[in-house]
């Protein structure tokens, strides 16, 4: 089974437009939406209204922004990397903050990796599109089809 790719974003253009590069790039696997950190968290920690994913892989990679509803990115982040099961998730911070404090915050919070959103709508597409390929497709995961 192909690992989705996990996009926790709340800007509904944004969305499109990352859908729109990573078919584009012809990545095959599902993309699965949750629009706050607090249904990242329950996505990821199998819980509420995604219970039913205790058997589904995880994902081959979390697109994570850092300024969500209810609980920021930063904390989703941090959560993700105090907990054994998600400790070792690919998290990539997908955000338009250009604050260098976010950046580093993130690397701290153990981000594998933080790509600011271009402006320019064909870098943003072509930056979307080369993570999609080398997280979906280059990396070699931690979890190879391991299940929740």
């Known amino acids: 089974m192909i690992p989705p790719i996990l996009l926790v974003e709340d800007n509904s253009q944004d969305e499109k437009l990352i859908f729109r590069a990573l078919s584009k790039a012809n ?3 599902t993309i699965d939406v949750v629009r706050d950190g607090q249904q990242a968290l329950d ?8 219970a039913h994913l205790s058997v589904a892989p995880w994902p081959a990679v979390v697109l994570l ?25 690919p998290v990539v911070i997908l955000t338009s903050s250009d604050d260098e404090r976010d950046r580093l915050q993130g690397y701290r919070n153990g981000a594998n990796s933080f790509v600011r ?3 320019d709508l064909a870098e943003f597409v072509e930056a979307v599109a080369s993570l999609g390929i080398y997280w979906a497709v280059t990396n070699d995961p931690p979890f190879r089809s391991s299940k929740a």
Do not use: C, S
């Open 43 to 50: 996505y990821l920690f199998r819980r509420g209204e995604f």
């Open 117 to 119: 959103k271009p402006i």
């Open 65 to 89: 922004d850092i300024n969500l509803p209810k609980i920021n990115g930063q904390e989703v982040l941090l959560k993700l990397r105090a907990n054994e099961p998600t400790r070792l998730l």
């Open 27 to 29: 990545i095959a696997n």
